[in-house]
């Protein structure tokens, strides 16, 4: 069966860091475009960050451009997001999705994150 | 960037009933391969979103054949031919022709 699951969510403080990670399961990561999206309490969804696994392709949306850094980890199959200088427009859940056909397919039920003091 | 409108943004339908929402894009969605990358989402209370359709009108796996989707261009719809109770959420088109990717700002699916 094919699983995201999204973790290292919480409670941080504004300027602080977190880092998020996508752990795949039941599909290689290699050859797959993996997004996070995120969604602020009570609102719609936003897309924040692309990465394409295996030709180093980084791509993110402009409010976490040099705050943000998407990367890969092939050995543990994931994929994780670096999230510096938070503020409170970032409390959101993040979720994780990989792309298929050029749509999301989401697998996992997100991580919360809280920017706040 | 590309911006997506959906309409309307809330839709109250009575169970059986065919319900239809719009989605339409700031310029056009055909990318340079051919292809036209536009997606719609369920997302219902509670839950993650879940794909439905793909490239206009094509169905993901696993989803019900009452859900269609339409279009070309800038203008879309996708159409549930008869709402059951489990319907009930917010539907979200997507566009992922051209980064930043963006999405709509949803329809709420309600039950009479």
């Known amino acids: 069966e094919v699983q995201l699951v999204e973790s290292g969510g919480g409670l941080v403080q504004p300027g602080g860091s977190l880092r998020l990670s996508c752990a795949a399961s039941?599909?290689?990561?290699?050859?797959?475009?993996i997004s996070w999206v995120r969604q602020a309490p009570g609102k719609g969804l936003e897309w924040v960050a692309s990465?394409?696994?295996?030709?180093?392709?980084?791509y993110y949306v402009d409010s976490v451009k040099g705050r943000f850094t998407i990367s890969s980890d092939s050995a543990k199959n994931s994929v994780s997001l670096q999230m510096n200088s938070l503020r409170a427009e970032d409390t959101a859940v993040y979720y994780c999705?990989?792309?298929?056909?050029?749509?999301?397919?989401?697998r996992g039920q997100g991580t919360m994150v809280t920017v706040s003091s | 960037d590309i911006v997506m409108t959906q309409t309307p943004p809330s839709s109250p339908v009575t169970l059986g009933r065919p319900a239809s929402i719009s989605c339409r894009s700031s310029?056009?969605?055909?990318?340079?391969?051919?292809?036209?990358?536009l997606s719609w989402l369920q997302q219902r209370p509670g839950q993650p979103p879940r794909l439905l359709i793909y490239?206009?009108?094509k169905r993901f796996s696993g989803v019900p054949d009452r859900f269609s989707g339409s279009g070309a261009g800038t203008d879309f719809t996708l159409e549930i031919s008869r709402v059951e109770a489990e319907d009930v959420g917010i539907y979200y088109c997507?566009?992922?022709?051209?980064?930043?990717?963006?999405f709509g700002g949803g329809t709420k699916v309600e039950i009479k």
């Open positions: 990465l394409q696994y295996d030709v180093s392709g980084k």
């Open positions: 999705a990989r792309s298929l056909f050029g749509a999301f397919d989401f």
């Open positions: 490239q206009i009108s």
């Open positions: 997507m566009q992922a022709t051209q980064f930043p990717l963006t």
């Open positions: 039941g599909f290689t990561l290699r050859d797959n475009w």
């Open positions: 310029q056009s969605l055909v990318h340079s391969d051919g292809n036209t990358y």
